[in-house]
């Protein structure tokens, strides 16, 4: 019975440790790293109706990021983030990117497309066209066209009504692109724009209406780039001191508390490794600031190990046996333990429902890596020196860091 | 008893007062004047990291700044070899202006050179930390109410004002000093207030624990209870601290430059939170407490 206890335990540590070696590496090249540490830009666009007057809708804002991420798919960017934000914002994070600054102006071109008649005068504009409507076609001589719909057909009946046998010219910006000419009425919603196009010019012509079908116009309010082989630096850097700082602390905790302390470096690394679990199962991206807050979170989940070893200590020196002393520890710290994190947690609950953006995500990590660390550091610390004392493995207060000195008897 | 021959931390505690509220006086006194030192998070402008992939020369680095066109309002030479070059520019540069920067760079230092850039508007950051703001207050207000429930309203107190003494010192000591505060600061602050309620709460829930079973007639009693529950967790607050400290302590060092300051807020604002919770918070109860000792002993007199 005393032995199987030991095996029980043994084989617990064993379990647990290997699930960790043989996880892990794949948790670490899947978990999704944030653009500090991968290399790549980030671009936090304000939207704005072209017209006034318009609002931004859910919905708008919806298409304007699907068009964005189209934009850089269309420029081979691998996996390009896009997420609309709050009522007006869009995201745009990518990574592995060889010429940012071409790619940054594709996505930043200004989307203000207008058709004008021959005095100018703006006679329809990028919103009047049907998203990714425009594209190239080819006539029955092989060569090159554009075709493009609009929303409303009434509309663009009345302007080539009005402007028939006149130029209609595109002009993004202040620049003509192409000014050709209204050949009949068009009443379909369905138009072509023919004329001495190369294929390369067709398809630029075509890229460029779809750009401005962008229904909103984007403002760079934010922008951070990392370039690839300075994150890999501060990767590798935090890494490695949140490593060297494990095994300090690892060090600490069983150098101070003997027994119980090898037990807690066990519960540290299955701590470390579930919480990996969480933000693979999340989704959730690791930033730098995250790294550090997950070396920190250690040093705080260790917390609740030494609240229970102290208490346990304390037991111990009052006289009690080990066995009555660890229940009596754990017990009593359980509720320390528990008041102590669950006043954190509210206030990282309120955190999360006032923030926004990375307070929110400081507040979720707070919180996961709190409910982790009750898993780990409290019950299953508890169930393994459970197991130890009760294997008559560890009978001797000094397995705890307790001297025969101090003990009082009852 | 095992606690008599310890410092007496309620006895002393109007020197722990004073010391905070000194460190927070001189903290407000720079925060008018001259203010935060405000990074490109909450100043418009932009900021160009350049590694160099070799030791840069200062007086070579701004006069590749000069020649691109673009001469830096600050520069800095940073990195474990001095291969880190951190420009600071007034004005927001665009992705043109910044390309032809890094051309500079990469014609006189090779390919090697890669950089970060940050442009920021500054109004996001400031919502973002307008946000962090509210949070705390009402967080705290949250705090107040659970604390109240479980123990009693002068613990919430006492740990709320703990709280927002361990936020303020580390902005008191980043305005004394002069350290730029960046987005980034504002999560390390965010987690030294973590850090200092859960570490308060351990040892209020000690003293809640011998109040359970103590006979308190004078407030020299309640003075014992404090000291002497103080005392009891002083391991456990020294480990943990120590634990804690170990972490923040090999990211300051050992970590990425980019996260050097918030580490550094890191380091202050965990032991502001160690130290407020032993020598700040408990006292601050015992004030608040003492006055209900005095009451019982003066029915007890007159009855």
């Known amino acids: ?410 | 008893m095992r606690y008599n021959f310890k410092f007496d931390i309620v006895k002393n505690s109007r020197k722990f007062f004073i010391l905070s509220i000194l460190i927070t006086v001189v903290g407000i006194v720079t925060l008018i004047y001259p203010g935060l030192h405000l990074g490109v998070d909450f100043k418009a402008g932009t900021t160009l990291d350049i590694s160099a992939g070799q030791a840069v020369d200062k007086a070579k680095a701004a006069q590749l700044f000069e020649e691109a066109g673009f001469p830096p309002s600050s520069i800095t030479i940073g990195g474990n070899q001095g291969d880190r070059v951190t420009a600071r520019f007034d004005k927001e540069l665009q992705s043109a202006e910044v390309a032809k920067v890094i051309d500079k760079f990469k014609s006189a230092y090779g390919d090697k050179v890669s950089y970060e850039e940050n442009t920021v508007d500054t109004e996001l950051a400031k919502e973002l930390a307008r946000k962090a703001v509210y949070g705390v207050l009402i967080a705290s207000l949250g705090i107040i109410i659970y604390v109240s429930i479980r123990f009693e309203w002068r613990f919430a107190i006492a740990a709320v004002i703990a709280l927002l003494h361990d936020a303020f010192i580390v902005i008191s000591l980043f305005s004394i000093f002069r350290l730029e505060v960046n987005l980034p600061f504002l999560a390390a602050v965010l987690t030294i207030i973590g850090y200092s309620i859960n570490d308060t709460i351990v040892i209020f829930d000690r003293i809640r624990e011998n109040m359970r079973f103590a006979r308190l007639k004078t407030v020299d009693d309640l003075k014992d209870l404090v000291n002497k529950s103080v005392w009891q967790t002083m391991t456990r607050s020294i480990n943990t601290i120590i634990t804690v400290l170990i972490g923040a302590l090999c990211l300051f060092v050992l970590g990425s430059e980019s996260i050097r300051l918030f580490s550094l807020a890191m380091v202050m604002g965990l032991i502001s939170g160690a130290y407020s919770s032993i020598f700040i918070a408990s006292p601050l109860w015992l004030l608040m407490k003492r006055s209900t000792i005095g009451k019982k002993k003066a029915a007890a007199a007159a009855k």
């Open chain 1, 1 to 410: 019975m005393v032995a199987k206890r030991f095996i029980a335990f043994l084989l617990i540590v064993v379990v647990t440790l290997g699930a960790v070696g043989l996880t892990s590496p794949y948790l670490v090249q899947h978990i999704r790293l944030g653009l500090d540490l991968k290399g790549g830009f980030e671009i936090l666009y304000v939207a704005e109706p072209i017209e006034g007057g318009q609002p931004v809708t859910k919905e708008s804002l919806r298409q304007t990021a699907d068009a964005l991420a189209q934009r850089a798919n269309a420029q081979k960017v691998a996996e390009p983030e896009v997420t609309p934000e709050g009522t007006n914002r869009i995201r745009v994070r990518l990574a592995g990117v060889a010429d940012q600054q071409q790619l940054r102006d594709i996505l930043k071109k200004p989307a203000d497309l207008t058709f004008r008649g021959p005095d100018g005068k703006i006679e329809m504009n990028g919103s009047d066209f049907v998203q990714n409507g425009a594209k190239v076609a080819f006539d029955q001589y092989n060569r090159p066209y554009i075709e493009l719909k609009v929303k409303d057909a009434n509309k663009f009946k009345d302007v080539t009504t009005r402007l028939l046998n006149k130029p209609l010219a595109i002009y993004l910006d202040d620049n003509q692109l192409s000014a050709p000419v209204v050949q009949n009425v068009i009443s379909d919603g369905v138009a072509s724009i023919t004329g001495n196009y190369t294929y390369d010019e067709a398809k630029k012509l075509a890229d460029t209406i779809n750009l401005g079908a962008l229904p909103l116009k984007l403002t760079e309010k934010y922008t951070q780039s990392v370039g690839a082989s300075l994150g890999q630096l501060s990767l590798e850097q935090t890494v490695r001191a949140g490593v060297i700082a494990s095994i300090l602390i690892l060090l600490f905790m069983m150098f101070f508390y003997r027994l119980p302390g090898v037990v807690a470096s066990i519960t540290l690394i299955a701590y470390t490794w579930l919480l990996l679990v969480v933000f693979y199962l999340l989704h959730a991206t690791l930033t730098l600031p995250g790294i550090a807050a997950f070396v920190l979170g250690i040093g705080m989940a260790v917390d609740a190990n030494i609240i229970t070893y102290e208490r346990i200590k304390e037991e111990i020196r009052s006289g009690k046996s080990i066995l009555s002393a660890l229940k009596a520890g754990s017990k009593n710290s359980l509720r320390t333990i528990m008041d102590a994190n669950i006043t954190t947690v509210l206030a990282a609950i309120v955190l999360y429902f006032m923030g926004s953006g990375a307070i929110q995500g400081f507040a979720l990590t707070l919180i996961f890596s709190i409910v982790v660390s009750i898993v780990t550091n409290v019950w299953l610390s508890r169930w393994l020196l459970t197991l130890l004392i009760r294997s008559n493995a560890a009978k001797k207060p000094a397995y705890f860091g307790v001297k025969e000195s101090e003990i009082h008897a009852l």
